[in-house]
């Protein structure tokens, strides 16, 4: 909770000065880890749509 008061209103040449290492450390593992599971679930989502097409297309083919 800390890190996020000091998080809130501070500007890009502030971010060295403002924040410990330890703290720029758990930021940056938060980031990492963020990004890393909005690219699993982009990917699970892409794979939804992909298999959903695919069913689509087979069931258009039955109808015909």
Known sequence: MEIK???????A????TKLTYKQKVTLFTV?????????DFRMFLNKRVEDKS?????????YQ
């Open 13 to 16: 040449n502030e971010f060295t």
């Open 31 to 39: 980031l990492i880890d963020c990004i890393h599971e909005t690219n």
């Open 54 to 62: 695919t069913f689509n297309k087979e069931k258009m083919d039955v």
């Open 5 to 11: 008061k000091k998080l809130v209103g501070i500007r």
